[in-house]
């Protein structure tokens, strides 16, 4: 998805030609167009990514190499595919870009470049799509009409994508393109980044939409992630200090809502490429897509396990998660062993499509014994205790 011409613009890591996901970019370029945006909402800033290798040049053959000799020492190979999985297609894709799945009170949402529910039709110019929105879904609901775009203002004509809700369902944190009464904010380099937000629902609607207050307009934050106890919010940022591309964050998140200062979840997550959208599972594990840990091919799905003694460890899902192509926005219920995840690999049926999948087996095929959770994943971070002020929309 990402490596392909025509995602590469749209809502990804838009840095550097990045996409942060179809959302892979949500950037849009200098001469801001009715349609453009991330790329998927991302950038589409062509020499942003010259300029990041150029930067990070120092930074290049950071690796996790203890997670890299473990893999290729491993008995069964990664591209195995095995029977712990059984992996299926959703019948709601379209033709167009779908990914992003996020579980709310029993129903899927997404993001979509479909274009339903919309008064008019704008078309990206990089790809020919319209714009992402976001849509819910009852996922057992035969064929695509069950497909509802988000009511409230959540929406707009520029990409939305990679929502996370907490668990009563009152606030949702979103990925959207860089904007200020509807007008696109652009960066020193002319081009409009990704920001995060804030909504609330209220009679039916997503409504007082606000600005995440650590956004900023020269570099992208976005695709969000709430730990299980909601104290903590994971994201994805190509900010200044991260080790490649675009790094994992978190950040606390105070009970008045205010937050405090970005920390990097450091080296054995981050690499040299790209890593970004973050999930906590309910059983407190970390799933994420790089392209710098050693993979398939294109962007792959890692799990991080905090433990007591060795700390974090980084493993990679291996196939049929994983494909040679791009595979990523993996989420799952660890409870029922049932999740979803998002691919362009061959055989779909549009830029990216949405694959529900059954863990029948362990997480792990070559992992004789599944490493369990020792520690909260923040419990490895030091935080300040720095709040900042929200602002609305």
Known sequence: MLMRKN?????????????????????ITSQVRKESTFVKTGEIDVNAKKESEEESGDKENLKNTEESNFLFNEPRSLEKETENFRVDILEINSKYSDYAPSFYKGELVFASSRNKG??????????????LDLYTTKPATKGGKSVIRLKGSINTKFHESSAIFSKDGKTVYFTRNSYSNSTPVRSSKGIVLLKMYRATYHNGKWIDIEELPFNS??????????SLDEKFLY??????????????????????????????????????????????????KLFFASDGHQGLGGLDIFMAVPTEYEKIKVYNLGAPINSSEDDFTFIINEADKKGYFASNRKGGRGDDDIYSFEQIGPLLEYRKRMPKVKKKLEQHMKFKPKKVETTSL
């Open 235 to 284: 994201f994805a940022s190509d900010m200044p200090g991260s080790y490649g591309e675009s790094d994992l964050y978190m950040v606390e998140l105070y009970k008045d809502g205010s937050f405090g200062t970005p920390q990097n979840m450091g080296s054995v997550i981050n690499t040299s490429g790209r890593e970004t959208f973050p999930y906590i599972s309910d059983k407190g």
């Open 118 to 131: 919309r008064l008019t039709t704008i078309l990206h110019d990089l790809n020919n799509q319209p714009f």
């Open 7 to 27: 995602l590469w613009g749209l809502f990804f890591f838009f840095f550097l030609n990045t996409v942060f996901s179809q959302e892979k970019r949500l950037e």
């Open 217 to 226: 307009a020269e570099y992208s934050i976005a695709h969000p992630a709430l």
